[in-house]
């Protein structure tokens, strides 16, 4: 692979080990979207009144392309979150329906579909899930025998955030179809980690973040709605798109589109993202996401050898993440809701390594995540074992 360290801007005096939470945006996509909002902003009326629906069209047909589905089916949102929440937010349930989430689920989106159940009546259903766990199929048989009758909608992740797990998808989507129990699938890490083709997935709804793994701007993503599902799904801000008589355009895409007054040149520079990202390995995306897995795996081996620990799932089921169990620290409230631990904070503080410990399934438990992206070498991961073995033997001791 071509020396990827220039184009970014991330701190030199940090070894940055967690792309997963917020990404990093290179240089030459931040040039782009500055292109875009200079040209919004040499003649705002014009751009956004005649021109924006056309340049935003364009992005799509590229992001579509690039996810395996129709641009007819996608719509623009800020990130996997309020993807989550606008289906939620859309369906009618009531007293007697069950959402169905598993213990792997991102909190924020658990909690969405908490605040939905006690508004409506409806009630979440969570499934255990181990970890570590020997295979993919303890995740389906357990997903797939709580699901029942008043199923209505099962909430999964395609590659959970704390675990780092990436699940059977494509199994559990068919087997929950022939059911007839749709799914919304939390996608937020997996485009750009994994190769998507959406229609053949045949979710009725998937949203996922482009700001993670595709390196778009900050406030880039989007949810693919299932064409038979559109009617149904309508924006968390209502707006002209309401009553326009228009006919030449979806409801969806009408309603999707114009929210009111936002900046769009996070969703332009996406296709900036993708092409520069495609440009750094001669096979392309396939290139990039091989050589960060493999990446990966060898970082979560030389932890796990470090911590004397077995691997906690199969190679299979590690995208661009790993997770590895650490002893029990703490239990302390964080006074922020990005929960940092002590050691997390002292890792950071004395070795100058950015990498998340988080809480799970709470604490004193707890899980290191580590992130592999191209400015990554398997040398960062050395260190990180050597300070993580040393500040485990001072907690131990004290």
């Known amino acids: ?39 919004l902003e040499r003649e705002p009326v014009r751009f956004m009144a005649t021109e924006l629906e056309v340049v935003m069209d364009a992005a799509r047909a590229q992001v579509a392309g690039f996810l395996g589905s129709r641009p007819e089916d996608l719509a623009f949102v800020g990130n996997t979150t309020t993807g989550v ?69 099962a909430l999964l992740d395609h590659i959970t955030s704390q675990t780092a797990l990436i699940l059977p998808l494509e199994d559990l989507v068919s087997e929950l179809n022939e059911l007839g129990i749709d799914t919304l699938v939390d ?31 900050k406030g880039a993503a989007f949810l693919h709605v299932r064409r038979d599902r559109q009617e149904s799904i309508r924006p968390l801000v209502i707006s002209h798109g309401a009553n326009s008589p228009r006919t030449d355009r979806s409801r969806f895409r009408i309603e999707f589109d114009w929210m009111g007054t936002f900046d769009p040149t996070p969703f332009l ?19 990039v996401m091989a050589v960060n897995h493999h990446l990966a795996l060898a970082a979560r081996k030389l932890l796990c050898a470090a911590l004397r620990i077995p691997l906690p799932a199969p190679d299979s089921m590690v995208g ?20 940092q631990d002590p050691l997390q904070v002292r890792i950071l503080e004395e070795s100058g390594i950015q990498v998340p410990i988080m809480p799970w399934p709470a604490p004193p438990r707890r899980l290191l ?16 074992s050597q300070v993580v073995v040393r500040l485990l033997d001072e907690e131990q001791a004290a």
């Not at 080990?17 to 782009?32: D, E, K, M, T, Y």
């Not at 937020?188 to 390196?215: E, F, I, R, S």
């Open 85 to 153: 929440n606008t289906v939620l937010r859309s369906l009618p349930f009531g007293p007697g329906d069950e959402l169905l989430i598993s213990n792997h689920e991102y909190n924020a989106c658990a909690n969405a579909a908490r605040f939905i159940a006690e508004a409506t009546g409806a009630t979440v259903r969570t499934v255990e899930i181990p970890f570590p766990l020997a295979g993919p199929d303890e995740i389906s048989q357990r997903i797939l025998a709580a699901a029942g009758p008043r199923t209505r909608l």
């Open 187 to 217: 996608g937020a890490h997996a485009p750009g980690m994994l190769a998507l083709n959406l229609d053949h997935l045949g979710a009725a709804y998937y949203t996922g973040n482009l700001h993670k793994w595709v390196c778009a701007p």
């Open 1 to 39: 692979m071509q020396d990827p360290a220039t184009p970014w801007l991330l701190d030199p005096s940090v070894i940055f080990l967690n792309h997963g939470s917020f990404g990093a945006c290179p240089r030459p996509v931040l040039a782009a979207q500055e292109r875009w909002r200079q040209r």
């Open 369 to 384: 995540r580590v992130s592999a992206q191209v400015y990554n070498t398997l040398e960062d991961y050395e260190k990180l």
């Open 269 to 287: 520079a996406v296709p900036a993202a993708l092409r520069f990202m495609e440009s750094l390995h001669p096979d392309g995306w396939a290139g």
């Open 320 to 339: 661009c993440l790993a997770s590895i169990p650490l002893p029990d620290g703490r239990a302390e409230p964080s006074p922020s809701p990005l929960y």
